[in-house]
């Protein structure tokens, strides 16, 4: 019988000490989960650090694409108004063509239509050069935006810092990145700068 408590006594005591166990290291590895949440919220960009911009902002902030998207909405406007001037032009001749068509010889009609017809043709040829026109400068605006990051990056303002820098945007390959590593109101401070310095010049 003493034997058996004994035994019973045992357990219980092994039961108890493996509990206490379990609690002390679940609370550290809860401490060290909350602390780690915690100096991941607080993560700053330093030497040799991999940082993301957020693409969109830039788009949306960097004044040199702004001026430029203001100057290609200008131009395409315009282009517009060309092409709409010419098919206005188009529409009043054939329909002069049709209310004196009746008094044309065979021939007259045949020229006429001919003449209609060729015009036409260059109405649809030059909408579509001024959709390659802009596609064009659009091409061209996104091109200098490239370059005007990359040369940013490049500096040892950036260069000597990161080792990484990455886009984040819709499409981006970027799927999560900690807010701490976002560079995106530096970069757009020092693209404004020297784009105020460049537009100082020239003016």
């Known amino acids: 019988m003493k034997f058996n408590i004994s035994s019973v006594l045992n357990i219980v005591l ?5 509990y206490l166990y379990y609690l002390h290291f679940s609370s550290s590895d809860t401490k060290k989960y909350s602390e780690k949440k ?3 919220s607080t993560i700053e960009p330093n030497s040799n650090s991999i940082v993301y911009v957020e693409y969109d902002s830039i788009l949306t902030q960097y004044n040199m694409v702004s001026d430029m998207q203001e100057e ?13 001037l010419e098919v206005e032009n188009y529409k ?3 329909q002069t063509f049709q209310e004196r068509a009746p008094y044309f010889s065979d021939r007259q009609r045949q020229i006429e239509q001919e003449r209609l017809l060729s015009k036409e043709q260059e109405i649809m040829q030059l909408e579509q050069n001024l959709n390659y026109e802009f596609a064009d400068r659009q091409a061209a605006l996104n091109d200098k935006l490239e370059t005007k990051l990359q040369d940013l990056f ?4 950036f260069s000597n810092q990161h080792i990484m820098i990455f886009g984040k945007g819709v499409g981006s390959n970027l799927l ?9 109101k ?7 700068d020297d784009y105020s310095s460049t537009t100082k010049v020239e003016d």
Request: glycine share 6%; hydrophobic share 35%.
């Open 14 to 18: 092994l039961v108890a000490v493996g």
């Open 92 to 94: 009043k001749e054939v």
């Open 154 to 157: 490049k500096s040892n303002e």
């Open 176 to 184: 999560f990145a900690n807010s701490g590593l976002n560079i995106t």
């Open 72 to 84: 290609l909405l200008s131009e395409k406007t315009k282009m517009e108004t060309r092409l709409q």
């Open 186 to 192: 530096q970069v757009i401070g020092r693209l404004n």
């Open 38 to 40: 915690t100096q991941e």
